[in-house]
């Protein structure tokens, strides 16, 4: 078996890569999404559905987890793969985002995060050490360092300190984690805010730490997609060409083509779930809503294009009945066609990039949904 870390381009378009990522628990292909599994399960989705519509690795929360049923618990009964019982790769987050959201629950210092559980209450310490320690548990095969993302309109000081602070914290995780333990990769994480100027600085200071793969980080926080796009176009290409590269938590179809034609290898998003569970659907043809009264007699499949069992096998008018009755059905049903629909679209990604066909691909895509996604919300994370 190829070294877990080992990261191969095999074929380019432009700045646009497919490539092959080895983990512990097997190769990704890259450009992969990776669907949310924040509390070890993708909502209303077992593992044979996750295999069916060939997802190739998942995200669990390292926050959430060691919440609740904990970490120490994951660990006795066999890591996420154990537990969950599903057998390809995990990355996990490092908490870093979801204790960024608590605001007036936490504090920060150089020692770590001091917060308390949106759960009951209680008071919680997670330095880089033990952000580490929790994903070590949790069984990872890739693990995220402890950051602090900072919110949208942070004024330039603060940020600055806060990037240097978490370039510390990023040491210190890799510390914890020496390179080939365990065969578990671990990413750092860039951030910056929204100065252009920070953000080559903290890529700088964390290009100095031998880790497998860089993150991008602190965007989806508020802003817009055109400032979110012109942060990603500095970044990226900044971050070394023969590691991967991760956008974290940022996930329309067009942002996640827009990423790629920029080298960005990995992405994540509670979008197409979320979205699933509110009725909202991807299509070959652009997002529709089930619920609209137009579906109610519609006896073609939601989108011919696609091969997923809900597509296969049921009707626009039967999965417009699931969703008005607030059938639990609804919910699976559209999950598995939008994370199908993502998942098909990254194939469709890398066989293009190897045929340089990805720019007609991502003006394909641009036609069905650049209007449809005007008023998508930014943020995407859990």
């Excluded at 609804?330 to 066989?351: A, D, G, I, P």
Aim: net charge negative; hydrophobic share 35%; aromatic share 8%.
């Amino acid at each position: 078996m190829t070294r877990p870390g080992t990261f191969n381009i095999l074929a380019r378009d432009g700045a646009a890569r497919h490539g092959t990522l080895e983990t512990a628990h097997g190769t990704v292909r890259t450009p992969v999404f990776m669907p949310v599994g924040t509390q070890a399960t993708v909502k209303s989705l077992d593992p044979r559905d996750l295999h069916d519509i060939r997802a190739q690795i998942v995200l669990g929360n390292t926050y959430h987890l060691y919440m609740r049923p904990g970490d120490e618990l994951v660990a006795r009964l066999g890591g996420l793969h154990g537990f969950a019982a599903w057998d390809r790769p995990v990355l996990t987050d490092s908490g870093g985002y979801q204790v960024f959201s608590l605001a007036g629950l936490r504090e920060i210092t150089e020692t770590g995060v001091t917060f308390r559980s949106h759960i009951d209450g209680s008071p919680h310490l997670f330095t880089p050490e033990k952000a580490v320690q929790i994903q070590q548990n949790l069984g990872s095969d890739i693990m995220m360092v402890l950051d602090e993302c900072v919110a949208y309109g942070t004024e330039y000081d603060y940020t600055a300190k806060s990037l240097e602070l978490t370039t510390r914290w990023a040491a210190r995780c890799r510390d914890e984690h020496p390179i080939g333990q365990n065969g578990r990769l671990l990413f750092g994480i860039v951030q910056g805010g929204f100065y252009e100027d920070l953000r080559t600085i903290s890529a700088q200071q964390l290009m100095e730490i031998p880790f497998e793969g860089f993150a991008i980080g602190g965007l989806s926080v508020g802003e817009s997609p055109d400032e979110m796009r012109r942060l990603l176009a500095h970044t990226a290409p900044i971050l070394p060409d023969d590691k991967p590269r991760y956008l974290m938590g940022v996930g329309t179809p067009m942002d996640i083509l827009d990423g790629v034609a920029l080298g960005v290898d990995m992405f994540d998003c509670v979008l197409p779930t979320r979205n699933a569970r509110n009725g909202t659907l991807f299509t070959s043809f652009g997002k529709i809503n089930i619920k609209q009264a137009r579906f109610k007699e519609d006896d073609s499949p939601l989108d011919p294009e696609c091969d997923c069992y809900a597509c296969r096998t049921f009707s626009r008018a039967y999965l417009r009945h699931l969703y008005m009755a607030r059938e639990l059905l609804s919910y699976r049903l559209n999950t598995l066609h939008n994370l199908r629909f993502y998942l098909k679209m990254m194939e469709e990604v890398r066989e293009a990039i190897g045929q340089g066909a990805f720019e007609a691909l991502r003006a394909r895509y641009r036609a069905a949904y650049e209007q449809s996604e005007q008023d998508q919300p930014a943020a995407c994370r859990p």
